[in-house]
């Protein structure tokens, strides 16, 4: 099978935004791709290092115009588009920062950001809620996908769950700009695949907004902690790689990782 990650810039225009994003989710629906993955509240430029209350006029609603795009790519192509929004919540004033997964059109997965920073001028916890539950892992027919959502990239209790799941492919939707998180950005991304024995795909946005330059490097990760595809730099694209899923069952017999775990001398993880 196949999996892609789209790049995407974001402008002051949603639906001009929404409608490249679509466009990129048909090319690489096009180059055979099962899987695709948008980057993180892709729809809309992203939070600037001062808090802006005129910002919440972006959220929008589960089954607003970012979501209705996803799911009639997903349902047109036949494929998996894992979407990210601004989350207007039932309750009035809360929002949440949300990924979406759509199989064959059919909502399947809504898990809510739950670890949420307030660094490196990203102030995410005072316009988002955090969510309450752990990553899920979807079963499209050919394999299982799991979602953490980009600051979530730091905590790799996150990443082993969807592995413990029996989750094959895990999907990194992100908002990276700040020259700290670049220098280990593939560093991450590379471990989270290793040590689970996943592939791993990575969508970026990328561009200038604000006072934030977005780096891209959006790609596709094997097992192995390979790069098997990389969008291009500083432009809309798609990384589209071509995995075979046997390499999952292979790579943890070779790294078992998972077979020697010992949690029962865990305790103090979530004890401090």
């Known amino acids: 099978m196949k999996l892609a990650a789209v790049q995407l810039r974001a402008t002051d225009d949603r639906t001009e935004t929404i409608g490249r994003a679509g466009d990129l989710v048909d090319a690489a629906a096009g180059q055979g791709a099962g899987i695709v993955l948008l980057p993180e509240l892709f729809a809309v430029p992203f939070v600037q290092p001062d808090p802006d209350p005129d910002y919440f006029e972006l959220a929008e609603r589960l089954d607003g115009p970012s979501n209705t795009m996803a799911a009639d790519r997903s349902r047109r192509h036949g494929i998996t588009v894992v979407s990210s929004v601004f989350e207007a919540g039932d309750v009035p004033g809360v929002y949440f920062n949300t990924a979406c997964t759509y199989v064959a059109g059919e909502l399947k997965s809504v898990y809510r950001k739950s670890h949420l920073p307030f660094s490196n001028g990203f102030p995410e916890k005072f316009y988002f809620r955090p969510g309450g539950t752990e990553p899920e892992v979807v079963h499209t027919g050919e394999t299982g996908v799991g979602t953490i959502i980009c600051y979530e990239r730091h905590f790799p209790e996150l990443s082993r769950i969807v592995a413990l799941q029996g989750g ?49 490097m959006s790609a596709v990760y094997g097992p192995n902690g390979d790069v098997l595809a990389q969008a291009s730099d500083n432009t809309d694209d798609v990384a589209v790689a071509e995995v075979d899923l046997e390499l999952i069952a292979s790579s943890r017999r070779r790294r078992p990782f998972l077979r020697d775990r010992r949690p029962e001398l865990y305790d103090r993880l979530t004890a401090m």
């Open 168 to 216: 094959s492919v895990l999907c990194v939707p992100v908002a990276s700009a700040s020259a700290p998180m670049r220098e280990v950005f593939q560093l991450e991304l590379k471990a989270h695949a290793v040590f689970n024995g996943l592939f791993v795909i990575c969508a970026n946005r990328v561009g200038r907004e604000g006072v934030k330059d977005y780096f891209g």
